[in-house]
């Protein structure tokens, strides 16, 4: 038996239909029909009832059914393996995001684990004060980073997604209940200085040097992490400029989060290094162009 042949009669099993059956595997009935005729031929026995109103296994066609089920989607796993690995997507693919935002694409993971199911997919945060340093290590594959990132060692790949920005601050603070902030008021705010040497045009895209009129912006308490900046404008030391979504994940009961009118959403995009990448890489990369594309 040949193994379209059984692709046809499994189908034919599941379906109870031969209309149906053809246009799943995109052959005519007469196919589907000449197929079953010639196994229960070779079979030596019916393997379906036909009526004008219905399709019925007999109990050799379940027999059959039964027997032959695993081991065909079995052959058909074993070959999906044998081409993921020939394409280089069989492995793990390990991906770094920051707090919410791997929240913020499970589509796009979801999408790359169905087209690569045999795939591992391993997650690890990345601290944004430290945005490269886990892809320069080698710890992590594919990055999902904010916008810019200009940096001659490493690939910007599709933009998945946009966020608001909101600024973040204690409750005691004398902003805390107003409706938002704008980006001249930064010049009377104090905030997060970072322990890493972050490119300054990577840090002002949250926390600029000057508001729009050239006031500077005052940095305070360094920190090395993002639970440092919570604890640090929650004492009332600093504020933080976040994406908006953040103050849904971090909803801590003396921090306030406040809408900053006038800065521009945050673009979020997959980053990996430029020497290291791979055919899995390239495909995690595919599913988010292609899930934002449908979007």
């Known amino acids: 038996m040949e193994l379209r042949d059984i692709e046809i009669f499994l189908t034919l099993a599941e379906e109870l239909h031969f209309g149906r059956t053809a246009d ?3 052959i005519t009935a007469a196919r589907v029909s000449q197929s079953i005729k010639q196994q229960e031929r070779r079979i030596g026995g019916p393997l379906f009832e036909r009526t004008t109103r219905s399709v019925r296994l007999t109990p050799l066609g379940r027999q059959l059914r039964d027997d032959l089920a695993p081991m065909f989607h079995g052959l058909q796993q074993s070959v999906e393996r044998a081409q993921q690995a020939a394409s280089g997507t ?17 589509q796009i993971v979801e999408l790359f684990q169905e087209r690569h199911p045999n795939a591992r997919l391993v997650h690890r945060d990345i601290n944004p004060v430290y945005p490269f340093d886990l892809l320069r290590s080698g ?5 999902l980073l904010w916008l810019p990132v200009r940096e001659p060692d490493l690939t910007v790949g599709p933009v998945t997604h946009t966020s608001p920005q909101a ?8 902003y805390a209940d107003r ?8 010049g009377d705010l104090t905030f997060i200085a970072h322990s890493s040497s972050v490119p300054a045009y990577v840090e002002e895209v949250f926390q600029p040097f000057h508001t729009p009129s050239g006031r500077p912006v005052p940095r305070g308490p360094l920190v090395a992490n993002f639970d440092d900046e919570l604890k640090a ?14 103050a849904r994940f971090y909803p801590w009961p003396n921090l306030v989060s406040l809408p900053i009118r006038d800065a521009p959403p945050i673009r979020w995009a997959l ?3 430029t020497a290291a990448e791979t055919p899995i890489v390239q495909a995690f990369a595919q599913a988010a162009t292609d899930h934002t594309a449908d979007g």
């Open 90 to 106: 069989l492995g793990t693919l390990t991906l770094g995001t920051m707090g919410p935002q791997g929240w913020m694409i499970d």
């Open 233 to 246: 404008v929650s004492s009332g030391q600093a504020v933080l400029a976040v994406p908006a979504e953040a």
């Open 179 to 186: 409706d938002s902030v704008c980006r001249e008021d930064f």
């Open 24 to 26: 799943r595997l995109h």
């Open 167 to 174: 600024l973040m601050l204690a409750a005691t603070h004398p």
């Open 271 to 273: 980053v990996w290094r």
């Open 139 to 143: 710890e992590v594959d594919i990055a």
